[in-house]
């Protein structure tokens, strides 16, 4: 049962992960929230499982009415990433991407408007929003404007 939840709230949007998700599982996830576009914050789109690398992605989201945009920039920067997967340390991560994000104004102010559009979800891969970078664009979005949106991780 599809949740009309944009009309309920339309400030409001959602993250997600796909990971331990295959690419119909995803979708019918999106559809179980009525989300209408999805905001990938990767810096880059490609994945080792299918339909979630960028080209295959926009197709399949486009066949079930569900937009699809891209803000490179928004992704965790590769030289971060490795040093996470090594360290295991997630405040240096976090620290050093929100200095990231200080360079990034003018894409957060576009995912602001993005998400104003129509109900919208931030997506990467990780399952955990606590330890993806995507929790901090959202809190980001959200010191846009001054307007806070309610954030849902599913």
């Known amino acids: 049962m599809r949740r009309d939840l944009f009309n309920e709230n339309s400030k409001r949007f959602f993250t997600a992960g796909y990971e331990g998700k295959d690419i119909d599982e995803f979708i019918d996830h999106l559809s179980e929230y009525n989300i209408q576009r999805v905001v990938d914050v990767r810096e ?3 994945s080792r499982k299918p339909g979630f690398s960028k080209t295959a992605l926009r197709k ?3 066949e ?3 937009d699809y945009i891209h803000f490179r920039t928004l992704g965790s920067p590769s030289s971060l ?3 996470l997967y090594q360290d295991k340390d997630f405040e240096y991560f976090f ?3 929100e200095r990231h994000l200080e360079t990034c104004k ?3 102010k576009k995912i602001y408007e993005v998400i104003s559009e129509r109900l919208s979800c931030l997506l990467c891969f990780e399952k955990d929003h606590s330890n993806c970078h995507r929790t901090a664009v959202a809190d980001r979005v ?3 404007n001054g307007t806070s949106f ?3 991780h599913i």
């Open 142 to 144: 959200n010191q846009v």
């Open 150 to 152: 309610k954030v849902e």
């Open 95 to 97: 620290e050093e991407y």
């Open 81 to 83: 990433r490795k040093k």
């Open 64 to 66: 079930h009415g569900i």
């Open 60 to 62: 399949r989201l486009a």
């Open 106 to 108: 003018d894409e957060l």
């Open 44 to 46: 880059i789109p490609l």
